[in-house]
């Protein structure tokens, strides 16, 4: 089967444009690290899908840099799944940020949330890895916890969302940091070196949270 044009700017599924062509033979060197992290969170609650949260639309994804700009990422609406398999996760090839296309390949089209993904592999190259999340406790601490921040009025998954972690990106001038969307209830990215280094950042994180809250009500 070849290349589909697929446009969706319904809120809540993919507002990209895609060029993606079926393929069942992804590959992913980095698949076992990734898909642990990824089932870990999903026990964790921070991925995953609930009737009462989100319009009831799955939430969560994983990535890891291939060659070059090109990023293996988990399909869309897959959170409800405990469990993924190589079937779940596609290869975004080519990113256009600006102009809010895609081009993909793999069994499934890719998360809601790639065009964000596919802007922070390409704002620095030390970027390996990218966790996005939903964690209300995060969330609603963003501040207290000095994580960077993108404006309210951004919402998630369009050219805006892109260029401003861009612009976060490139001004800590970290390799690793934390992200909370503040357009985008509960959202959470987290990026680093490693999907190990990414999914340790996002645990201590949340610990912090905690130990703020036990502080905060002493």
């Known amino acids: 089967m070849g290349p589909q044009a697929i446009t969706n700017p319904k809120e809540g599924v993919i507002q990209y444009q895609l060029e993606f062509e079926i393929d069942h033979d992804i590959d992913c060197p980095q698949f076992a690290k990734l898909n642990g992290w990824r ?3 999903h026990r964790l609650g921070l ?17 890891h ?3 070059n700009d090109a990023f ?3 399909g869309t ?31 499934i089209p890719p998360s809601s949330e790639a ?6 592999y390409l704002a620095s190259d030390h970027i ?20 960077a921040t993108t404006p309210e009025q951004i919402g998630y998954g369009t050219p805006a969302m892109a260029d401003a972690v861009t612009r976060l990106v490139q001004k800590e001038s970290e ?25 340790a950042r996002l645990l201590k994180a949340i610990m912090e949270a905690h130990q703020f809250d036990e502080h905060y009500f002493k």
Not at 50 to 62: A, E, F, I, K, S
Not at 85 to 106: F, M, S
Not at 132 to 143: D, E, F, G, K, T
């Open 39 to 41: 089932s870990y969170l």
């Open 47 to 63: 991925i995953g899908q609930d009737p009462v949260r989100y319009d009831g639309l799955g939430y969560g994804n994983v990535s």
């Open 65 to 67: 840099r291939a060659e």
């Open 72 to 74: 293996v990422i988990s």
């Open 77 to 107: 609406q897959t959170g409800h799944l405990p469990l993924l398999c190589r079937e779940h996760y596609v290869l975004v090839e080519e990113t256009d940020v600006q102009h809010n296309y895609l081009k993909a390949r793999g069994p």
């Open 115 to 120: 065009l964000t993904h596919a802007a922070l």
């Open 128 to 147: 390996q890895s990218v966790i996005h999340v939903h964690s209300p406790l995060l969330w609603q601490r963003a501040s207290q916890l000095s994580f």
């Open 175 to 199: 390799e690793e940091g934390v992200i909370a969307m503040l357009g985008h209830e509960d959202g959470i990215i987290v990026y680093g070196s490693d999907v190990e280094v990414v999914g």
